[in-house]
């Protein structure tokens, strides 16, 4: 329990009693085509590479030239989805000038691997450092993505951990899977694969590479993968560090500080960045969150209907996944001809993440996770389980929903690092990745000390 001083600690105090204690549970798993073999599973860790062929690019290029532009409503930029005659202007340079095979190359800087857990051949890079100073400890790290990412999002940033420029920064051997039913990690055949699914899986996959203890990190469906895990083996997990916190069941402080804390802040240790974010309530944490969560209720209920669609129109694909790179990036976007998009990212880079998803035909099945996790309610057994290994979140102004210190307290226990951000939105790691890499840098030398 952690209990800071003043009313504030008082009132947590109180509330921090009704929380359920001990780990969370869970079997075994078979995810794969038919049942397990009685021989046991492959464990056999498998070097990956990507390819492409001309046949590949031929038949993308079809199916673009082929596609029927409508016209946007006049003076709508992004209010009503992707901005369709900005969305063909990227399409052209999708069409001309993006050069896959050159961003394939780009993708194999890493090493890639495959191996065979709970029926499924599971995607992850796994880098380790160069060079490391002598007397230097490598910190394990695994990185978990979301939707609808992928792990070409750390990119960016597993330079920043594993070659630090900086002498003082940790270094890291980082290890990025694709969840199940993303990028290139097989999709399961079977139903009920949800969060805590995919944390076994993973926890299964670290012990494959042989790391005992090890650092998590996580943003969006990340968040709740590397959650979970810190929840399942509390033990195993060193330290975790996420940037995307939304309350999962509010108690009475949330909603206490809900409202009264525009009146009386300090009680709530509410800043000025919680009170702009925050209030008025009703826009901030109804109206707003209701703008950009329709995409949401779809694929809660019937994500392989939108998913047939998507998967068989790269335009369509490309126009469902980037309009997520604009508004969740910063909801003033909405508002612009372009939608911002690229005033953050690069669309080599967005149409990358783009490519994984056609290239392999995976955007039903990732869509499908939000129905395995959100289609049996809110109440599962995780959202009552708080976290008690050493945690630190990084807030980002910008995200799709604003967690004040005090609420992310209410589930992570040991919250020993909160940073406010002073820029950034909901794909952090691919946006900030320096911010990001400083920050996750912070949280563990903090831990680290603590365990001496």
Same mark, same amino acid.
């Given at each position: 329990m952690c209990v800071t001083g003043g009313a504030t600690g008082r009132l947590q105090k109180i509330v921090s009693l009704n929380h359920t204690s001990g780990l969370l549970k869970t079997g075994d798993g078979w995810w794969g085509v038919g049942g397990r073999p009685e021989?046991?599973?492959? #464990? #056999?860790?498998? !070097?990956?590479?990507? =390819?492409?062929?001309?046949?590949?690019?031929?038949?993308?290029?079809?199916?673009?030239?082929? @596609?029927?532009?409508? !016209?946007?409503?006049?003076?709508?930029?992004?209010?009503?989805?992707?901005?369709?005659?900005? &969305?063909?202007?990227?399409?052209?340079?999708?069409?001309?000038?993006?050069?896959?095979r050159k961003q394939v190359e780009r993708i194999n800087q890493y090493p890639h691997f495959k191996t065979n857990i709970e029926g499924l051949d599971v995607h992850f890079v796994h880098v380790k450092p160069k060079s490391v100073? +002598?007397? #230097? *400890?490598?910190?394990? &790290?695994?990185?978990?993505?979301?939707? %609808?990412? =992928?792990?070409y999002e750390f990119y960016g940033l597993i330079p920043l951990l594993t070659e630090p420029s900086? $002498? +003082?920064?940790?270094? /890291? +051997?980082?290890?990025?899977?694709?969840? $199940?039913?993303?990028g290139f990690s097989e999709a399961p055949h079977q139903k009920?694969?949800?969060?805590?699914?995919?944390?076994?899986?993973?926890?299964?996959?670290?012990?494959?590479?042989?790391?005992?203890?090890?650092?998590?990190?996580?943003?969006?469906?990340?968040?709740?993968? @590397? @959650?979970?895990?810190?929840?399942?083996?509390? *033990?195993?997990? #060193?330290?975790?560090?996420?940037?995307?916190? %939304? %309350?999962?069941? %509010?108690?009475?402080?949330v909603t206490l500080s809900i409202l009264l804390g525009k009146t009386f802040p300090k009680l709530f240790g509410f800043t000025a960045m919680d009170l702009e974010?925050?209030?008025p309530a009703v826009q901030h944490l109804l109206a707003e969150p209701l703008l950009e969560s329709g995409y949401m209720h779809i694929q809660a209920t019937k994500p392989d209907t939108v998913g047939r669609a998507l998967n068989d129109s790269p335009v369509g694909l490309a126009a469902y996944i980037l309009e997520k790179f604009t508004t969740?990036?910063?909801?003033? /976007?909405?508002?612009?001809?372009?939608?911002?998009?690229?005033r953050k990212f690069s669309l080599d880079d967005l149409l990358t993440n783009i490519m994984i998803y056609w290239t392999a035909g995976?955007?039903?099945?990732?869509?499908?996770?939000?129905?395995e996790n959100l289609s049996q309610g809110l109440n599962k057994p995780h959202t009552r389980i708080p976290v008690v290994v050493p945690s630190g979140y990084a807030c980002f102004p910008n995200e799709l929903m604003h967690t004040p210190e005090l609420w992310v307290r209410q589930k992570y226990q040991r919250l020993v690092s909160f940073t406010p951000m002073p820029r950034g939105g909901h794909f952090a790691?691919?946006?900030?990745? +320096?911010?990001?890499?400083?920050?996750?840098?912070?949280?563990?030398?903090?831990?680290?000390?603590?365990?001496?």
């Open positions: 021989a046991g599973e492959e #464990t #056999t860790i498998r !070097p990956f590479h990507l =390819s492409t062929s001309d046949e590949e690019l031929e038949d993308l290029h079809r199916r673009m030239d082929q @596609t029927r532009p409508v !016209p946007s409503l006049h003076n709508s930029q992004f209010n009503y989805g992707f901005n369709s005659e900005y &969305l063909q202007k990227v399409i052209s340079y999708w069409r001309n000038n993006f050069d896959w100073p +002598e007397g #230097t *400890k490598v910190i394990p &790290l695994i990185m978990v993505h979301g939707w %609808p990412g =992928s792990f900086q $002498p +003082e920064r940790c270094v /890291f +051997e980082v290890v990025c899977p694709s969840i $199940p039913g993303y009920g694969f949800d969060s805590v699914c995919a944390a076994r899986v993973f926890h299964k996959l670290m012990k494959r590479l042989g790391f005992e203890h090890f650092y998590a990190h996580g943003g969006d469906w990340g968040w709740l993968v @590397t @959650t979970n895990m810190a929840q399942l083996e509390p *033990k195993t997990v #060193t330290g975790l560090h996420i940037n995307f916190a %939304p %309350p999962s069941k %509010p108690g009475l402080l974010r925050l209030y969740w990036t910063n909801k003033n /976007f909405r508002n612009l001809d372009d939608g911002g998009l690229t995976c955007i039903t099945s990732s869509m499908r996770f939000y129905k790691a691919m946006e900030e990745p +320096e911010l990001m890499a400083e920050d996750i840098n912070k949280f563990v030398q903090i831990v680290e000390r603590l365990k001496k």
